[in-house]
């Protein structure tokens, strides 16, 4: 069993900051692309953010230049840094790990439950 706990997420104004945090436990080998997405409701989940096991990042256009994606192979933790929060920005947050539980098996999806991130105007 792989589990992903999300923390970070609350209530900010708009222009302030907040750090999103994920961390996998349980039996893993090895965990390959670590990714945020966001659900505003009534909209579908959109991807944030992806980092592979190598560094490589990639961005939404709509929080481009606002957002850093990093990570921490021996933790197994994702980070996300969101800076200059708009109230479009409102939504849950979840991340996604492509996890490895063995070297001979393949790679599950697996997904955070999810952390409220509220902007205000």
């Known amino acids: 069993q792989v589990q992903l706990v999300e923390s970070g997420g609350g209530l900010v104004q708009a222009g302030g900051s907040l750090r999103l945090s994920c961390a996998a436990s349980g039996t893993i080998f090895s965990i390959n692309a670590m990714n945020w997405y966001r659900q505003a409701p009534g909209k579908q989940r959109e991807l944030v953010a992806a980092?592979?096991?190598?560094?490589?990042?990639n961005y939404a256009d709509s929080m481009k230049g606002r957002i850093t994606i990093s990570r921490d192979n021996a933790k197994n933790t994702v980070y996300l840094q969101m800076n200059s929060l708009k109230p479009e920005d409102t939504a849950v947050y979840y991340c996604?790990?492509?996890?490895?539980?063995?070297?001979?098996?393949?790679?599950?999806?697996?997904w955070g439950q999810g952390t409220q991130v509220t902007v205000s105007s």
């Open positions: 980092i592979t096991r190598g560094g490589s990042t």
């Open positions: 996604k790990m492509e996890v490895q539980i063995r070297s001979w098996t393949g790679l599950l999806d697996r």
